[in-house]
């Protein structure tokens, strides 16, 4: 598979608790030279991205990360300033706990307010699929395209579990039309890369990816 199409669809990913400026720098540094879809990093670092780079860089950020137990308000706050910031793609994780609940209403209603906080930007939704049912996951795949997400996403990279062939497979059986497919956690190969692309993937959320197609 030819890497610049591999690349193109990367969120080249800095979310660990620890990354420093110059972690940062780099990453923003790589995403510029490899043409990657954006880089995702944490809000603190959005303004400073932003003043640095200016529109050389697609900013992503998340909102409600990693457990998503953050109330609705507090989420939406969250998505307003990064927006302010300069963000232009937001990666919100739902409330799980409403999803083992069975307020599937509840959750629906929380991505529409998002989506609105969005104002007109890309909003990406994790339903953390390694502590859901099949059942769940289905649920999830009608909220996140009836409140008019443009993306469900597998997984943070925090939690027990990561992207799946498998669940890409039920995203795409049970989104609707115009909804887009983010794998991410544990995609760490060549062969992940590829394989996740080749099932229509439409972004790939990693830290890797860069160094892997280096290599």
């Keep these: 598979m030819d890497k610049k199409e591999i690349l193109k669809r990367v969120d080249h990913t800095q979310l660990k608790a620890f990354a420093t400026w110059e972690d940062i720098v780099q990453l923003c540094d790589e995403a510029i030279a490899n043409q990657t879809a954006s880089v995702c990093v944490p809000p603190t670092y959005i303004k400073r991205i932003h003043d640095t ?96 997400a443009d993306y469900i996403k597998t997984s943070t990279g925090f939690g027990t579990g990561g992207a799946t062939i498998e669940d890409v497979r039920l995203f795409k059986k049970y989104i609707g039309e115009g909804v887009r497919i983010k794998a991410a956690g544990g995609i760490s190969t060549l062969e992940d890369l590829e394989a996740f692309v080749a099932e229509g993937c439409d972004r790939i959320g990693t830290s890797r990816a860069v160094g892997l197609l280096k290599d």
């Design 53 to 148: 780079y200016g529109d050389k860089i697609n900013i992503c950020t998340v909102v409600g990360f990693p457990l998503g137990y953050s109330v609705t308000e507090a989420k939406i706050a969250e998505t307003e300033q990064a927006v302010r910031d300069g963000a232009h793609e937001i990666d919100m994780v739902i409330n799980i706990s409403h999803v083992k609940n069975g307020m599937f209403d509840e959750v629906e209603k929380e991505i529409r307010a998002l989506k609105e906080a969005c104002g007109g930007h890309i909003l990406k939704v994790i339903i953390e699929t390694c502590y859901l049912t099949e059942e769940e996951k289905i649920a999830m795949c009608k909220a996140v395209t009836n409140a008019g």
